[in-house]
C-alpha cells in the first residue's frame, strides 16, 4: 500500500481550482447523477412567481436557471459559487436560455457580501456541506432574507447509504492510505449527522427546521453507462480519486477493474444505478 499522503489544500482552495474544474469538465455526468434528488429538492422549495432567490454552490447554473424560470421575469434569483469556471459557464447557459433575471457572484458564499433582506429562499443542492465554519456561513446567509424567509438545501447523509462513494472509497483504500472522514469536518459528508443540521439551523435562528431523508438509486454518472464507464467516471472526477493519479507508482487499470467489478452489482441494461441517500432539509425564519 501507499503512504501517499492527502492533499491540505483547504475546500475553498479545492473548489476554487482543480476540484471546480473537474466538476465542469464531469458536468453532464454529475447532473445526471443527482438530478431526481434535485428534483425532489425543487418540490420542497416550492419557488414562486415573483420570489427572489439565491443559490448557493450553484455550479454550472442548471439550478439557478430552473429557478430563473419557476419565478418568472418578475423574480431574480443570484447564483453564487466559489468557482470562476463554473460562474463562467453559468453565463454562457444564460445567454443560451435568453434569462434576463439572473445574475452571478463569484466568491466563498460564507463570506461574501449579499444583498440584505432581498430573499424569499436560500436554495442550495450539495453546495453547503464545505465551509470552514458553518454556523458562522449560516448566520451569514441568513442576513440576506426578507422576514418570513425560508432555506431549502440538499446534503449527503452517512457513507454507509451512499454506496456508489462506498465503492470508491473501499478500492481505493486498498492502495493508498485514505485520509479518515471524521465527522463533521467540511466535505461531501460533513452534514451526514440530523442533529448537526438542526444544531446549525438554530444557530443561525432558523424555525420549522424539517430533515427528511431522500432515498433511492441514482446512476453512476450518464444514465447509460456501463460498468467500466462508470468506475471510470468515478475516478476522474472524484477529488478522493486524484489521490491515485498522484502517484506513478500505482496500476491504475488494475484499480479501475476492480471498482468495475464492484459496480457490476449495480448494473443493469438503462446504466449503473447504486443506492443513496440525501437529507432534504427545509426552514424558515420568523416574520
Known amino acids: 500500500m501507499s503512504n501517499s499522503k492527502p492533499n491540505p489544500e483547504t475546500q475553498e482552495q479545492h473548489w476554487s481550482g482543480k476540484g471546480g474544474q473537474r466538476w465542469l469538465e464531469n458536468i453532464n455526468d454529475f447532473e445526471d447523477m443527482i438530478q431526481p434528488i434535485g428534483k425532489a429538492l425543487f418540490d420542497c422549495a416550492q419557488a414562486k412567481p415573483g420570489e427572489n432567490f439565491i443559490d448557493i454552490g450553484c455550479?454550472?447554473?442548471?439550478?439557478?436557471?430552473?429557478?430563473?424560470?419557476?419565478?418568472?421575469?418578475?423574480?431574480?434569483?443570484?447564483?453564487?459559487?466559489?468557482?470562476?469556471?463554473?460562474?463562467?459557464?453559468?453565463?454562457?447557459?444564460?445567454?443560451?436560455?435568453?434569462l434576463n433575471n439572473v445574475s452571478f457572484l463569484t466568491g466563498d458564499a460564507a463570506r461574501i457580501a449579499l444583498p440584505k433582506s432581498m430573499s424569499d429562499c436560500l436554495f442550495s443542492r450539495f453546495g453547503v456541506m464545505f465551509f470552514k465554519d458553518a454556523k458562522q456561513a449560516f448566520l451569514h446567509l441568513r442576513s440576506s432574507l426578507k422576514p418570513g424567509g425560508r432555506i431549502a438545501f440538499s446534503c449527503w447523509s452517512a457513507l454507509d447509504h451512499n454506496l456508489w462513494m462506498l465503492s470508491v472509497r473501499e478500492t481505493i483504500s486498498r492502495y493508498i492510505d485514505l485520509p479518515k472522514l471524521e465527522p463533521r469536518a467540511p466535505g461531501p459528508f460533513a452534514f451526514a449527522e440530523k442533529d448537526y443540521i438542526n444544531e446549525i439551523l438554530r444557530y443561525a435562528s432558523f424555525k420549522n427546521i424539517s430533515i427528511n431523508p431522500w432515498s433511492g438509486k441514482i446512476s453512476i454518472g450518464h444514465q447509460e453507462n456501463t460498468p467500466k464507464q462508470a468506475a471510470q467516471f468515478l475516478l476522474r472526477s472524484l477529488s478522493i480519486a486524484q489521490l491515485l493519479n498522484d502517484d506513478p507508482r500505482l496500476n491504475k487499470e488494475i484499480i479501475q477493474n476492480e471498482l468495475m467489478q464492484k459496480l457490476q452489482e449495480f448494473s443493469s441494461s438503462s446504466g449503473v444505478y447504486a443506492p443513496a441517500q440525501a437529507w432534504l432539509v427545509t426552514a424558515s425564519l420568523d416574520g
Not at 62 to 70: D, E, G, N, V
Not at 73 to 80: E, S
Not at 84 to 96: F, M, P, Q, T, W
Open 59 to 98: 455550479g454550472a447554473g442548471a439550478t439557478t436557471l430552473s429557478l430563473a424560470q419557476q419565478v418568472g421575469n418578475i423574480g431574480l434569483v443570484i447564483g453564487v459559487d466559489i468557482s470562476d469556471e463554473l460562474i463562467s459557464e453559468c453565463r454562457k447557459r444564460v445567454i443560451g436560455a435568453q
